[in-house]
RNA sequence: GCGCUUGUAGCUCAACUGGAUAGAGCACCGACCUUCUAAGUCGGGGGUCGCAGGUUCGAGUCCUGCCAAGCGCACCA
């Protein structure tokens, strides 16, 4: 209905324009709003605001030319010009019933779309290294991606989802020989364990399993492993250097073998976070290697290119990226002095890749504290020849956990964070992915543990819930009282759907599709969350003011109709944010 | 110091991207269960949209400057 509002519209406008009353170069954008206040109508248009200048008349007058060129439909009742130049339109109320055949004829299709014109769009998002379980932290991408990609595939988008696994570099190596040293703790050697290490209990238990299935055969002397090496932090050397010393040393004690002490360490993590992000509803087309960049010479490729174009120097025994020329703050180290490629040289690789791939759009999703990341990207996409405009990048704030009043506490430097499998055992899928998604990603927010578990009205999540569990109740009931339900008597008896409770239900049905493509263009979830709210809250009215179960058959069938459409919404609406829509609770 | 993000009711957050009288939920006060699930509903009070300017028919929304919070400013990822 909006739609054709804006058809509407347009060809007032150009009818208009042959006249000349509007300039003919004029593109303008039409944009239809339902109203706020029902004295105003069902649709508002400010366009005659917007294009009384250009036009060089007042605002009302064109408004009248406007409404004047209108085409005829029985659809509008009538149309009004308000305010300063508003046009309200009056639908006919008979109109207000098509939701319900709608809804009835496309059923878990229905607020689907094609907008997105099979456009092929790629969603990166959680990426976290795997050098340990999820956190709480990588729970918000992970929510807040598989909804933005599920919306996308519902408003007519080709969605490609994937993972960008940090395999090579720095940090897997620091795994890697953490894990091999708490195998040689669990062999009998004895040493500090380095400041720098990863230390979560996960560590050991990968050690283990290297000492079930291999045995001694990574086992050194502890003298050996740690002969001539420089002074750890807290015996006032350098942490990074102590530990770069050490990895150094694991590859030279264990030659071939650390690459099967690094896999193990890799596949380990690897395997848990997608068992961890498939329970919590999140899945993948594809897990991109980070390493596959480095063994098919996708970086030295890239690297030619930004040479070639003239964007690499030399400095400092290492290789440069001069992205200070194309908006970053300053240059970027792409090969260290010790011939290392950075993580920023695979991940110039691993964009480029994206888009060779055919993507017309790559939204990258990232960790707020990410964000000054974000130019040096795009300035190495334009140094390579790229159109950088099709890199999106959302970022997704932090969430601080509360239990109740209390803040939870998370220190990744001792080790104990809350993992994304801790928070889904204690309250569940459903409601995590719920107050993920509620807020909108940019913004900063509380997530209350104790409310997230509480089974009352305070919930939201169980407020939606219920709101669809209250619906399958009512058609228990029905069957029990020996009812049997007639679509077509209700079909044919709509307009007995007269209350004020019906009308603004039936407004906010028709509304759904609207909130899934804007919740789509503009990747904001909690759109849909806040509609599925409201609607929830339109049925638990309309369910304490009118009994549905009435003798009257006409009127029980319309209203049956009625609900069966808020039952299929609100779990088209679940079903988008990957949240359960129980039939009973 | 520079950059990014945020600042709206006591608290947590919305606000259709520049529109009409800024809205919800908690919390607080007061009503509603012999009824299709009270995990629900109804009513009430509560606001200098961080502050100050500017842009225009019109600003919570845009521009500038301050103030405050978070994050970032590696040859880590």
Known sequence: MKKQLETFISQSLATLQTQNILAADLNPS??????????????????????????????????????AAL?????????????????????????????IA?????????????????????????????????HVGHGRGAAYGSVVGNLLIATGFDVHREYYVNDAGRQMDILATSVWLRYLEASGETFIFP???????????????????????????????????????????????????????????LNADYRVVFDTGLNDIL?????????????????FSERSLMDDGSIDK?????????????????????????????????????GQPTYFASDIAYHWNKL??????????????????????????????????????????????????EKVSMSTRSGEFVTLRELRDEVGKD????????????????????????????????????AHARVCSVFRTHGEKGFTQDITLGMANLAELNAEHETVLLTTLARYPEVIERAATQYEPHLLINYLRELATDFHTYYNAHQFLVENDTLRNARLNLITSVRQVLANGLTLLGISAPEAM
């Open 195 to 253: 400041s720098n290490a990863y230390r979560g209990e996960y560590v050991r238990d990968i050690a283990q399993k290297l000492i079930d299935q291999h045995s001694k055969k990574f086992a050194r002397s502890s003298e050996i492993v740690f002969a001539n090496l420089p002074l750890d932090e807290p015996e006032g050397g350098d942490k990074e250097i102590y530990i770069d010393a050490l990895i150094s040393r694991a590859k030279e004690l």
């Open 356 to 405: 060779e791939r055919g993507f017309d759009v790559l939204i990258d999703i990232w960790g707020a504290d990410h964000h000054g990341y974000i130019p040096r990207v795009k300035a190495a996409l334009i140094a390579l020849g790229a159109d950088a405009t099709k890199l999106n990048v959302l970022l997704v704030q932090f969430a601080s956990l509360w239990r109740g009043e």
């Open 102 to 134: 709608d809804i009835q004829a496309a059923g878990e299709k229905f607020g689907l779309s094609q907008i997105g014109a099979g456009k092929k769009v790629q969603v990166e998002f959680v990426s976290a290294n795997p050098t340990g379980p999820l």
């Open 271 to 287: 395997g848990d976070i997608k068992d961890d992000l498939a329970e919590f509803g999140t899945t993948y087309n594809q897990w």
């Open 431 to 466: 409601a995590a992915r719920f107050f993920y998604v509620m807020r909108r990603s940019e913004q900063h927010m509380d997530f209350d543990l104790e409310l997230a578990k509480s089974k009352s009205n305070e919930n939201p999540v169980f407020y939606v819930q219920y």
């Open 302 to 338: 890239a690297l030619a290119v930004l040479k070639s174009n003239n964007y690499l120097y030399e400095k400092d025994g290492a290789i440069w990226f001069k992205s200070s020329e194309l908006g970053d703050e300053k240059d970027r180290v792409v090969i260290r002095d010790n």
């Open 30 to 67: 039409v944009h239809i709003e339902r109203t706020r206040d029902v004295a105003h109508g069902d649709f508002a248009t400010n366009i005659a605001l917007i294009l009384a200048k250009s036009a060089k008349t007042n605002p009302r007058q064109l408004a009248e030319q406007i409404i």
């Open 71 to 99: 085409p005829v439909n029985e659809a509008i009742l009538k149309v009004e010009i308000a305010g300063a130049g508003f046009i309200n339109f009056f639908m006919n109320p008979n109109a207000q019933y098509q939701v």
